[in-house]
């Protein structure tokens, strides 16, 4: 049985901390202790985590999580070559696949931040991009409530990526991009995950 603790921290049946979130079920627990906050470096992991972000929009993380498999069938496992071509045959296709959101604008997003994807790469390429806003320090939350939800750099990164026609990339959607890809590490101090991206050493 988990043992809640002081800070919004849960200790699990194996002993490890972690936020409460995380140890809402196993498929959370297993994100968290696995994939939250560990580096994606590869173009591909990197639109998809910004094209999941965006679906995420309005709904909790563990919808999103669920329906992973089925987004990833539904959008060509997030290759950027292949979403960028998709037409109004695929757009049909989407609306009417109930393992995915069927929103609208949130799919004709992905599919236009597929195509700017692809046009950055003129640029560098989006991971490299994307990364260029990591900060110089990372935060250091001792509870749930010092976890910000936005900073300066997750809001220039919002408006570098809408230059660039991308949408659904609002400051705070941006910052938890940043969470999830260890470009910030706020993994509470307490939790067994702090530091474990190798990006923050002193974290």
Do not use: C
Request: no cysteine.
């Amino acid at each position: 049985m988990a043992t809640e603790m002081t800070h919004g921290t849960v200790r699990g049946d194996d002993g490890l901390v972690r936020p409460m979130w995380a140890a809402a079920d196993d498929l959370m627990r297993e994100y968290y202790d696995t994939e939250w906050g560990m580096p994606v470096r590869d173009e591909r992991g990197l639109f998809e985590r910004i094209s999941l972000e965006a679906f995420q929009s309005g709904l909790s993380w563990a919808t999103i999580l669920r329906k992973r498999p089925a987004f990833r069938a539904a959008f060509a496992g997030f290759d950027p070559d292949a979403v960028a071509a998709f037409d109004d045959r695929d757009i049909d296709r989407l609306l009417a696949d109930a393992g995915i959101v069927r929103n609208r604008a949130k799919i004709l997003a992905t599919i236009g931040n597929a195509r700017a994807t692809i046009e950055l790469r003129d640029e560098g390429g989006l991971v490299d991009f994307v990364w260029s806003f990591q900060p110089v320090e990372t935060p250091e939350p001792r509870t749930p409530a010092e976890v910000p939800t936005t900073s300066s750099e997750s809001i220039a990164l919002s408006k570098a990526l809408r230059k660039r026609g991308f949408r659904f990339v609002g400051p705070t959607t941006m910052f938890a991009l940043m969470e999830a890809v260890g470009i910030v590490d706020t993994h509470l101090v307490d939790s067994h995950r702090r530091g474990s991206s190798g990006v923050w050493a002193g974290a």
